[in-house]
């Protein structure tokens, strides 16, 4: 039935989608998980279906079988109407007593929805970040006994025992949910939301070779969206590429994805780009565009951001990624209380919106209000503990406390998740810096710049060490690295560049190599900083090749100190070869 998947990560080429068979699939779960209100699972799978419209389906889903349903289908499509107007309570009163599988899932979903709808409606509103993870959860703890007893008994369907998974999820009993949500998975292979659920779970990417997965097609939506959660962007990137190419090209979602990974591997021109184009297709679509705001915001694009904020405003004002959107609008004006309420606002509508919490955080430390600033970084790190960027902030945030010890756990925890950012490895290495661990923090400005040092800092803060050590030899190698690199990509504050140009010259014009000295003294000279110790070490360096060629003829001990005797052997005058103290 199931079969271990490997943690490979390139796409298994030899294995053929059958397009028709996807297309049956996709109507059936549509219908099914329409039928017990998961509404973003159908969502998932009918852009899918729209994608492949051009496929004929192999066989059309069956007419519901109402011989066992007979008896409840009235109370079930009564409570289907109440759960569909958010009428939770309702709708888990009138399916109450029915036995029918789908019946009790929505009676168990009416019920989680109810309490989870409750515990945010009693949260106040915020003037700093929001304690969520305090609110009370005796519904959820009802839900997990009940859930618990028909699991041990082996009566819970796939889409029951997803939600026991997610119950157990919510109270944090992450070992638990896992093991739930893969027996689930394996249930129910068709239902989205169950692998999106166990996606959160999977902290590594070698836990997928130890778990047993169906051999079904939408692993590979799976794996493909396990790469990107682990921050795997090229694997990820491959696995997208191959399910376009076995006809999903026109899939909106997988647009979206490479978008978004397009996004994290920082190529912010390629990234925006992807994001246009699907909003071209796409063009009343919310969601990712708060990731689509962030790139408009970082290249700061204000028409573009303006535009993107006003359309989303225009479309709906009350979501949560229009809020962040709006966010970013005004923290690139430099309005930040504006910037941090629609932040505020978004997670009121959503506690568990990762990019809001950070953000957040990071107007916070714009405002130079820390201690919000630490608490809205670590609600970000409850709701997702991959999210790089908390960590990241929680960082800079003890260093501007100068707290190095903290700030160096959080840089670790930053560049364990991220292995291959110069961001990190820089920051990391200045925390190792200001702890005198001086041999850590080489290494870590070495695989800052060995991984493509895209700020370029790492080569000069390794130069800059070297040369407080007095390693002068090492220290001119890495300044001449960090030249030759920032003038290619002429992004490097005119200070650090001087200082480079400066001490080679200097390094240089001590080490006889005037020639060497004398270039990085006339690039020394184009800048007002260095333009008079430029100009100095070039007078000291025209003085020194004046008094060499004055000095050669009268040092040459052919002409001053020798004779050539007939037999063309050369004798000192006056000087005893064993007279050592003679001077002349």
């Known amino acids: 039935m199931a079969a271990p998947i490997t943690s490979s990560a390139f796409p298994p080429s030899t294995q053929l989608i059958d397009l028709p068979n996807v297309k049956s699939e996709l109507l059936f779960t549509i219908k099914e998980c329409s039928s017990r209100g998961l509404l973003n699972s159908v969502k998932w799978a009918a852009e899918l279906s729209c994608a492949l419209s051009v496929t004929e389906p192999s066989s059309l889903p069956k007419e519901e079988d109402f011989q066992d349903f007979l008896q409840e289908f009235d109370k079930y499509t009564l409570a289907k109407a109440y759960f569909d107007l958010k009428e939770y309570d309702r709708a888990a009163h009138v399916v109450k007593q029915c036995k029918s599988a789908k019946a009790y899932f929505l009676h168990m979903y009416a019920r989680y929805m109810s309490g989870e709808k409750k515990r945010y409606d009693e949260m106040p509103d915020p003037l700093g970040p929001m304690e969520y993870s305090d609110i009370k959860t005796e519904s959820l703890k009802t839900l997990r006994m009940e859930l618990s007893q028909l699991h041990q008994h082996h009566k819970l369907d796939g889409y029951s025992a997803y939600l026991y998974g997610a119950v157990l999820k919510k109270l944090g009993l992450f070992k638990e949910a896992r093991e739930v949500l893969i027996e689930a998975v394996n249930k129910t292979p068709l239902h989205w939301g169950g ?207 100068k707290m190095p010890f903290y700030c160096l756990y959080y840089y670790k925890q930053a560049q364990k998740l991220r292995p291959n950012d110069s961001r990190m490895l820089v920051a990391l290495g200045e925390s190792l810096e200001k702890l005198e661990r001086i041999q850590a923090a080489k290494k870590c400005y070495w695989r800052a710049y060995s991984v493509g040092d895209v700020e370029g800092q790492a080569l000069i803060k390794l130069a800059k060490l070297h040369e407080n050590l007095k390693e002068e030899e090492q220290a001119a190698t890495f300044y001449a690295k960090f030249v030759e690199q920032s003038e290619v990509m002429g992004t490097v504050e005119t200070e650090e560049r001087c200082h480079a140009y400066y001490f080679l010259a200097d390094y240089y014009m001590k080490q006889g190599s005037y020639e060497e000295a004398s270039s990085y003294a006339h690039k020394c000279c184009a800048y007002n900083e260095t333009k008079e110790n430029g100009k100095a070490i070039l007078r000291q360096i025209a003085n020194l090749r004046v008094t060499s060629e004055v000095s050669k003829p009268d040092d040459s001990p052919s002409e001053h100190c020798m004779k050539v005797s007939n037999e063309n052997t050369p004798m000192r005058t006056g000087i005893s070869p064993m007279d050592l103290t003679f001077t002349p």
């Open 195 to 401: 692998w999106l659920e166990l996606s959160s779970l999977i902290t590594d990417i070698n836990m997928i070779s130890s778990v047993s997965f169906p051999n079904h097609w939408i692993k590979e939506f799976f794996l493909a969206h396990i790469y990107l959660e682990l921050q795997m962007h090229e694997e990820a990137l491959l696995k997208y590429d191959f399910l376009k190419e076995a006809g999903f090209h026109k899939s909106t979602y997988i647009m979206a994805q490479i978008a978004m990974a397009t996004h994290n591997m920082r190529d912010a021109d390629i990234a925006v780009d992807l994001f246009a184009e699907l909003q071209e297709v796409d063009p009343y679509r919310l969601e990712h565009m708060d990731i689509y705001s962030n790139l408009l915001y970082v290249k700061e694009m204000k028409p573009e951001l303006g535009y993107l904020a006003h359309k989303c405003c225009e479309i709906d004002k009350y979501r949560v990624e229009t809020c962040c959107v709006i966010g970013n609008f005004y923290s690139l004006r430099s309005q930040h209380e504006k910037a941090a309420l629609y932040f505020q606002r978004s997670l009121k509508l959503n506690p568990h919106y990762l990019a809001a919490w950070t953000l957040m955080g990071h107007e916070y430390m714009e405002m130079k209000n820390t201690s919000a600033a630490i608490q809205a970084y670590r609600q970000a790190i409850e709701v997702n503990r991959r999210d790089y960027r908390a960590w990241y902030g929680l960082g800079q945030t003890y260093e501007i406390l």
